[in-house]
């Protein structure tokens, strides 16, 4: 009864999954398992994605300091270069074990979040959701290919944002 009910579930509905950093390091055979059940029953989930350990090491790396503020990760122009490198890390590693699975997926790094700056002074490069452009998303879901966003964000002039993946 449940099965048919999914799959009688209209086209341009989905379910977000947001994956953590720490399920990239420690789950991710598990979720491309997961994913796979449920590409098997007909759904096409999209995969938000965030890095957050990753980043720690990037910036480790890098001998750059993490400092948080409200719980946001202050982000300059050295650090958004390492937030960029391990999301799309983290990027590359969920679609490797997805295709490995037997999946289409495809990654989206850029271009999905509209966001604004918060308090720039604060903050740094840190943004709030304000748009989701999600054309190339439903494209995808269409085609059976599952989506995997990176949270990074975009403001008005084209910056880059650090934006939470929650």
Request: glycine fraction near 10%; aromatic fraction near 8%; charged fraction near 25%.
């Amino acid at each position: 009864y449940y099965l048919e009910r999914i799959r009688e579930v209209e086209p341009d509905r989905f379910a977000v999954i947001k994956v953590g950093g720490a399920i990239i390091e420690d789950e991710l055979d598990t979720l491309a398992s997961s994913v796979h059940l449920l590409s098997d029953l007909g759904l096409t989930p999209v995969i938000v994605h965030g890095a957050g350990p990753q980043i720690n090491q990037e910036l480790e790396n890098r001998r750059l300091e993490s400092r948080f503020e409200d719980g946001l990760r202050v982000t300059d122009e050295r650090t958004l270069a390492a937030v960029k490198r391990a999301l799309n890390n983290a990027g590359k590693s969920i679609y490797f074990a997805l295709t490995g699975k037997g999946i289409d997926a495809y990654r989206f790094n850029s271009g999905v979040f509209q966001a604004e700056p918060l308090d720039e002074d604060k903050y740094g490069r840190v943004g709030r959701v304000t748009g989701v452009d999600s054309s190339n998303i439903q494209l995808a879901c269409q085609n059976g290919t599952i989506p995997i966003v990176s949270c990074f964000g975009f403001d008005s002039a084209g910056n880059d944002l650090n934006i939470n993946a929650d």
